[in-house]
């Protein structure tokens, strides 16, 4: 029941949020260090007293960057133009942030990564959902949820999945077999059953109305029907 209360506050919170994606200006100061390309095109700025860097191709568009928040949280970002966002990381406050090349030793704590027009494909990002890892959701062209995965807890792993019509379908993986359940956009619950190790039906699986009785009770080996009661 906590898992489903869990899901359902997720959708009904992402419904009030539009995902928009917004990029930072910042300003420059003097402590600057600069590296050029030969022909004399900006190639790099880096603070000398900040964490702030910037990279530039040969033709001046901007293909990397990284620089500190308002909230003290380090962000990364990777460009496939001058305006659209690639990838997108933020890093924990606590910790040191090393150049990309060397990577970095503190915890990930967000990262998003886009569509080539600039939407927003992916946020991964920590929640109270999961004891261990990221919870990471996953978005269409519209700014809707599409698929949500996360670990609750560890040797278990959940996925979600959303239909056009808002349908549901619950994944929870455990100890070898994934348990299933399927919603209609109201939440009330249309089917529940049981995968194997292999994905292929096992034991009992339930179909329900719209009042959530059983209508129907099939028996699954190895995802081959053995027996069906309505």
């Not at 619950?170 to 919603?183: D, L, P």
């Not at 529940?192 to 009785?213: H, R």
Request: hydrophobic share 25%; charged share 40%; with cysteine.
């Amino acid at each position: 029941m906590e898992i489903l209360n869990n899901i359902k506050n997720i959708f009904k919170r992402k419904q009030k949020e539009k995902i928009e994606h917004e990029l930072s200006t910042k300003e420059k100061d003097n402590d600057v260090l600069k590296e050029y390309y030969k022909n004399g095109q900006l190639k790099m700025e880096v603070g000398l007293n900040t964490l702030e860097r910037r990279e530039y191709d040969k033709e001046g568009k901007m293909i990397y960057e990284r620089f500190q928040n308002k909230s003290g949280n380090i962000i990364e970002r990777e460009y496939e133009s001058d305006t659209i966002v690639k990838k997108e990381r933020e890093y924990c406050e606590n910790g040191n942030i090393i150049d990309r090349e060397y990577g970095c030793n503190n915890a990930l704590e967000k990262e998003k990564e886009y569509y080539p027009d600039g939407k927003l494909l992916r946020e991964s990002k920590k929640e109270a959902l999961s004891e261990i890892g990221l919870v990471h959701y996953f978005y269409n062209g519209n700014g809707d949820i599409q698929r949500i995965e996360y670990a609750p807890a560890k040797n278990e792993y959940l996925k979600i999945f959303s239909n056009k019509t808002g349908e549901k379908e619950v994944f929870y993986e455990s100890e070898g077999n994934t348990k299933y359940k399927k919603y209609d956009e109201n939440w009330i619950l249309l089917e529940i059953g049981k995968f194997d190790e292999e994905m292929k039906k096992t034991g009992e699986w339930i179909t329900l109305d719209k009042l959530e009785n059983p209508i129907r009770k099939e028996t699954y080996s190895q995802g081959k029907l053995i027996k069906s009661k309505r």
